[in-house]
T-cell receptor
Framework: QKEVEQNSGPLSVPEGAIASLNCTYSDRVSQSFFWYRQYSGKSPELIMSIYSNGDKEDGRFTAQLNKASQYVSLLIRDSQPSDSATYLCAVNANSGNTPLVFGKGTRLSVIA | KAGVTQTPRYLIKTRGQQVTLSCSPISGHRSVSWYQQTPGQGLQFLFEYFSETQRNKGNFPGRFSGRQFSNSRSEMNVSTLELGDSALYLC????????????FGSGTRLTVV
């Protein structure tokens, strides 16, 4: 059973702080990793993808991947109240015939 | 360009009835995946279609079925509805199955009473 685990939160951070969201996965052959953001009452929206070990930065967002430890994280710098949402980690084995598996998400609350 | 369109947005059905949900992917996207989202279980994979063929099926009972048409539009059907089928059903499209940067539709909120 391929699993993706996230702390459900809520994770509360003050405005301007760094929010750190973590995700672990069970399938060692996983190759593709994604972070989706879902606002309340809305559908998920892709914000980051990462495929190689290390860091990938995009604006205020940094995704970090460590395949040896089977974890992927998302850092949000200078957190804003508009970042308050549920963040979903998604993983795929890239074996050509497996679906994208989602974690249950971490709810982030940025306090002004 | 137009996004992923799901219809209807909201649906209320009675136990035992059946329902059909529709998804029109982004133009040019040929891969469509369906997910069920509930507060307790999160996003759970239902099906994936590409070029009218089902490539993957999740761990759902046979009451859940789907198909894809030649224009890449997809439908899913749930027969003999149960209270536990109440959920948000999300459709996601991508150009090809190995591109997992999905674009999700707004979803269909199904309530079974």
């Amino acid at each position: 059973q391929k699993e993706v685990e996230q702390n459900s939160g809520p994770l509360s951070v003050p405005e301007g702080a760094i929010a750190s969201l973590n995700c672990t996965y069970s399938d060692r052959v996983s190759q593709s990793f994604f972070w989706y953001r879902q606002y309340s009452g809305k559908s998920p929206e892709l914000i980051m993808s990462i495929y190689s070990n290390g860091d990938k930065e995009d604006g205020r967002f940094t995704a970090q991947l460590n395949k040896a430890s089977q974890y992927v994280s998302l850092l949000i710098r200078d957190s804003q109240p508009s970042d308050s949402a549920t963040y979903l980690c998604a993983v795929n084995a890239n074996s050509g015939n497996t679906p994208l598996v989602f974690g249950k998400g971490t709810r982030l609350s940025v306090i002004a | 360009k137009a996004g992923v369109t799901q219809t209807p947005r909201y649906l209320i059905k009675t136990r035992g009835q059946q329902v059909t949900l529709s998804c029109s992917p982004i133009s040019g996207h040929r891969s469509v995946s369906w997910y069920q989202q509930t507060p307790g279980q999160g996003l759970q994979f239902l099906f994936e279609y590409f070029s009218e063929t089902q490539r993957n099926k999740g761990n759902f009972p046979g009451r859940f079925s789907g198909r894809q048409f030649s224009n890449s539009r997809s439908e899913m059907n749930v027969s003999t509805l149960e209270l536990g089928d109440s959920a948000l059903y999300l459709c996601a499209s991508s150009p090809v199955p190995t591109d997992y940067g999905y674009t999700f539709g707004s979803g269909t909120r199904l309530t079974v009473v």
